[in-house]
C-alpha cells in the first residue's frame, strides 16, 4: 500500500474523537456562552466582572496550556494537597477544557448577536407589560440567534482544528494516530501530510456548507 494512502486511512480513525470532542466542545459553549453572554449584558456589575474575567482568561491563554492544565495540573494539585484524584478517562479533559474554551468565545458572539437587536423592540416588549427575562425570552434572544447562527458553524470548524493540541495530552484523535504510527513506522513526512489531508477533508467541506447556509438565512 502507497505511505501516503496509510497514512491518510491512520489518521483517518481518529475522526470520530475529533468530531465527538468539537460537537460537544459546540454544545456546551453555546449552553455556557449563552449564560456568560447575558451576565455581560446584565445591568449587575458584578455578573459583568465575573464573566468578564472568565471570558478574557480562556481568550487569553492558549488552548493547549488549558488542556495540559485541566489534563495533568489539576490532578497533581489535588494529590499535593493529598485529595487522590485522577481522570480515569482522557476524554473527559478533553470534553471540558475545549467545552470551556469554546464558551468563552460564543459569549461573545453571542452578546453581539444580543447588541444587535433593536434596542427599540426592547423598550416596546416592555411597555407591553412583559418581563425583563421575558423580553430576553420571547423577543431579543430567538433574533439573537438567527443572526449569529452562522458563527456557530464557524466555530465547529475552528474547534476541529484547535483539538490537534489535545495529542499533546494523549487523546487519539486525528493527530495523535498520525503520531502514533510515526512512531512506529519513522513514516514522518507520510504520516502528517495524511492528518493534514484529513483535516482537510473534515474542515473544506464544512466551512463551504457554513458559507452556502450564511448567505440563504440572510436572504431569508
Not at 80 to 98: D, G, M
Not at 143 to 152: G, L, N, T, Y
Amino acid at each position: 500500500m502507497n505511505l501516503y494512502v496509510e497514512g491518510f486511512l491512520v489518521a483517518l480513525k481518529g475522526i470520530p474523537v475529533t468530531l465527538g470532542v468539537s460537537a460537544f466542545a459546540l454544545i456546551l459553549g453555546v449552553m455556557l456562552g449563552l449564560v456568560l453572554a447575558l451576565m455581560r449584558t446584565s445591568e449587575k456589575k458584578p455578573l459583568k466582572i465575573i464573566s468578564g474575567i472568565y471570558i478574557e482568561i480562556v481568550r487569553g491563554t492558549p488552548l493547549i496550556v488549558q488542556a495540559l492544565v485541566v489534563a495533568y495540573g489539576i490532578p497533581y494539585f489535588l494529590q499535593q494537597h493529598h485529595v487522590e484524584f485522577k481522570w480515569s478517562l482522557l476524554l473527559i479533559p478533553a470534553f471540558i477544557v475545549c467545552g470551556l474554551n469554546s464558551a468563552a468565545y460564543m459569549a461573545e458572539v453571542i452578546r453581539g448577536g444580543i447588541q444587535a437587536v433593536d434596542k427599540g423592540q426592547r423598550e416596546a416588549a416592555l411597555s407591553l407589560g412583559m418581563t425583563k427575562t421575558q423580553v430576553n425570552r420571547l423577543v431579543v434572544l430567538p433574533q439573537a440567534f438567527r443572526i449569529v447562527i452562522p458563527s456557530f458553524g464557524n466555530e465547529f470548524v475552528t474547534m476541529i482544528k484547535e483539538t490537534a493540541v489535545l495529542s499533546f495530552v494523549g487523546v487519539v484523535e486525528v493527530l495523535r494516530s498520525a503520531q502514533l504510527w510515526n512512531a512506529s513506522t519513522y513514516n514522518t513526512f507520510e504520516a502528517y501530510i495524511g492528518a493534514a489531508l484529513v483535516y482537510l477533508l473534515m474542515t473544506v467541506p464544512l466551512s463551504k456548507l457554513v458559507g452556502i447556509l450564511e448567505i440563504k438565512w440572510k436572504r431569508m
